[in-house]
């Protein structure tokens, strides 16, 4: 497609000289119709441009309220109707829409008991490596989380592997569940290790630190919570007011 000149003052001054020169009529007669065909198909390159971006601006607006409507219909236990709202979001072309869209039919899928379906959905956004890496770590806990009970043990050790060896906020669950898998191998050693990790772990909820380390003292693990560290100003008024000397 032709574009405008690049530099619109040297345009000008190019315009300006020539009707200097007392050859305005030669001008237009050789530049005038392609300069305005340029001109037009300028403006309408750039009012195309507006109007997609206009369209766009409005159809993130349409996949939000999309999005949160569904989420809307979830908190109000209606799965089908979550999932029915989101199909098109989960067969669009943005990626991280799309995932999210998948994410909502695999939980509406589960709290329905379709662990298949559920199951599948976590897998797709899981495997989608157009999608940010900490949503799609939430997916593969998701699935592995619907299919614990039917994969082999080694298998869901495997698929977490990359969880559990870097720290994360993934970290924590995935090493969970790796650790409920190592207990089904019998290698309650590994297992043991894995819960006194999490519950050593800072940023952990305490729930899950409280079932660690009783998880890691029912495999021969001392396993103590580490307690957050006061701050200056917490240790400051449990000290209580300065005594000053001389008073």
Wanted: hydrophobic letters at 45%.
């Amino acid at each position: 497609m032709a574009l405008s000149p690049d530099n619109p003052d040297t345009f000008m001054r190019e315009v300006e000289d020539a009707v200097r020169a007392d050859s305005a009529q030669r001008f237009v007669r050789n530049f005038g119709r392609p300069l305005l065909a340029l001109l037009v198909i300028g403006l309408m390159a750039y009012g195309g441009w507006l109007f997609w971006q206009s369209r766009q601006a409005d159809e993130a607006g349409g996949r939000g309220r999309t999005f949160s409507s569904a989420l809307e219909a979830m908190g109000a236990e209606r799965p089908k109707a979550a999932s029915d709202q989101v199909n098109a979001l989960a067969r669009g072309d943005d990626p991280t829409y799309r995932a999210l869209a998948l994410m909502v039919q695999g939980n509406a899928a589960a709290a329905r008991g379709e662990a298949t379906t559920a199951s599948a959905r976590f897998g797709a956004v899981a495997n989608d490596t157009n999608v940010e890496q900490s949503l799609r770590n939430v997916a593969l806990l998701r699935q592995m989380l619907m299919e614990f009970e039917t994969l082999p043990p080694a298998t869901v050790i495997a698929r977490l592997r990359h969880l559990v060896a870097t720290p994360g906020p993934a970290f924590a669950s995935a090493a969970e569940l790796t650790a409920l898998a190592q207990m089904k191998l019998g290698n309650d050693r590994a297992a043991g290790l894995l819960f006194k990790r999490i519950a050593e772990t800072p940023g952990v909820s305490e729930s899950l630190k409280s079932r660690a380390v009783q998880m890691a003292g029912t495999l021969g693990v001392d396993a103590v919570a580490t307690p957050a560290a006061p701050n200056a100003q917490s240790t400051a008024r449990a000290a209580g007011p300065e005594t000053k000397t001389g008073e």
